[in-house]
């Protein structure tokens, strides 16, 4: 008998094999659950909070809406990777076309081999995050050249409750559901915006140009181990007279971006790097043209990114 009790207390254990598969499923939850809550993002002395709804129609794809619930009014309305941005400006409602990588709780990395390679994973005990029962997973880095990720994985569900990102043994950034419902949708009234009848709608939907050979002369010497490109475009930016180009480079859980443009003659060229929690930003000229790296990564690494950047 005391034998069974002494079981019984023993913390629960989640090798790594099914650390991975909780993690997969994470992924997944995110995407093919229905659900409707409010998340609060924290990075530093910064706080927001954020309402979203989602829900997954099949064969119709995913549909959600997020409405930042403090500071200046936004809302976004996302089917699948093609999102509608509203922002009120003065006496106009601005409707931004964009395409868009998936945000909270949808940013559980999919298990491949190259985060295996780059991260170690480990699980801890049951906790509670937002009245309901989660295990910590964290996928550590074997480098310093990255944060370490700690994702609260809902045991019944397998929907992401909470994640942050640490430098070190400090928390340099996270985000969390305060309030949550995992609730089926009936209809879709929600997905849409909140209506002002006294505004004009204008939309601006997103510019890319066709890349040319020219575009591909850019060279990142020194990425971390595990990065890849896997995006490149050049987009026209509001204000801007020439194309900005826009290379996207991850490992499978971190992602860094990459802007170049040319340098206007009325412009002070930028050479500096600012900081807001996680999300480091580095600028700095190479010959007449402005670079820019962004990402979710330790300041010296983005500056190691950014020095390694010549043109052919």
């Known amino acids: 008998m005391k034998r069974f ?15 991975w598969q909780m993690l997969e499923k994470a992924a997944q939850a995110a995407r093919q659950l229905s659900y409707k809550g409010v998340f609060v993002y924290q990075a530093g002395e910064n706080m ?7 829900t997954n129609l099949g064969g119709s794809g995913e549909f959600s809406r997020v409405v930042v619930l403090d500071g200046a009014p936004r809302e976004v309305l996302k089917q699948g990777d093609d ?15 964009r395409h868009m990588q998936s945000g909270f709780p949808a940013i559980v990395p999919r298990v491949g081999d190259e985060l295996r390679a780059n991260y170690q994973i480990s699980a801890g005990e049951p906790e509670r995050v937002a009245a309901r029962e989660a295990i910590a997973i964290t996928l550590t880095p074997h480098d310093a050249l ?11 569900s ?11 043994g400090d928390v340099v950034e996270q985000v969390g559901f305060s309030q949550l419902q995992l609730v089926p949708m009936a209809g879709m009234d929600w997905f849409r915006p909140n209506d002002d009848q006294n505004k004009t709608y204008e939309l601006k939907p997103e510019q890319t140009v066709k890349l040319s050979e020219e575009d591909n002369r ?3 010497g020194q990425l971390p181990p595990g990065f890849h490109k896997v995006r490149q475009v050049m987009r026209m930016l509001p204000g801007r007279t020439q194309p900005v180009r826009h290379m996207v480079f991850c490992d499978g859980l971190a992602s860094v ?3 170049i443009e040319p340098v206007d003659r009325s412009e002070k060229p930028r050479n500096n790097t600012i ?12 010959g007449n043209h402005q670079i820019v790296v962004l990402g979710e990564l330790p300041a010296p690494t983005l500056l190691q990114i950014a020095n390694s950047i010549t043109a052919k």
């Open 158 to 168: 397998g929907l992401l409750l909470k994640s942050a990102l640490l430098n070190g």
């Open 83 to 97: 999102a509608l941005i509203y922002r009120p400006k003065k006496e106009k409602m601005l409707i931004e076309k």
């Open 5 to 19: 009790v002494l079981l019984l207390c023993l913390p629960q254990i989640v090798w790594a094999g099914d650390a």
């Open 257 to 259: 971006s990459l802007f």
């Open 48 to 54: 927001t909070s954020l309402q979203i709804t989602h």
């Open 275 to 286: 900081a807001q929690g996680a999300t480091n930003v580095v600028s700095r000229t190479v």
């Open 218 to 220: 850019w060279v990142v």
């Open 146 to 156: 990255r944060y370490t990720s700690r994702f609260w994985v809902d045991t019944e």
